[in-house]
Nanobody, 120 residues
Framework: QVQLVESGGGLVQPGGSLRLSCVAS????????LGWYRQTPGKQRELVAA???????NYADSVQGRFTISRDNAKNTVYLHMNSLKPEDTAVYFC??????????????WGQGTQVTVSS
């Protein structure tokens, strides 16, 4: 059994910053790629940023230069540092992990989501 638990969402003014965190708990043997996705009503979930186990990163064009993804492998945690936030960044943000539990195969897991609202 594994859980991805996000935290750090909330209401912020345009131009502000937030840091999202996501912790993988349970019998985790290894984690490969970690990512953050976001979704707004009526739209498909989209990739915001991803980071490989070795630290390679990938960003959506819309957040490049404003958001930074990082991870702490010892803590099974991924972060998303969001700066210069815009109203169009408003969405539910989901954590995503490709991980392997002890005695299991590799699967993709999702967190429950955390709301980020950018508004004055």
């Amino acid at each position: 059994q594994v859980q991805l638990v996000e935290s750090g969402g909330g209401l912020v003014q345009p131009g502000g910053s937030l840091r999202l965190s996501c912790v993988a708990s349970g019998s985790v043997f290894s984690i490969n790629t970690l990512g953050w996705y976001r979704q707004t009503p009526g739209k498909q979930r989209e990739l915001v940023a991803a980071i490989s186990r070795s630290g390679g990163t990938n960003y959506a064009d819309s957040v490049q230069g404003r958001f930074t993804i990082s991870r702490d492998n010892a803590k099974n945690t991924v972060y998303l540092h969001m700066n210069s936030l815009k109203p169009e960044d408003t969405a539910v943000y989901f954590c995503n992990a490709d991980l392997k539990l002890y005695g299991s195969n590799w699967y993709t897991y999702w967190g429950q989501g955390t709301q980020v609202t950018v508004s004055s």
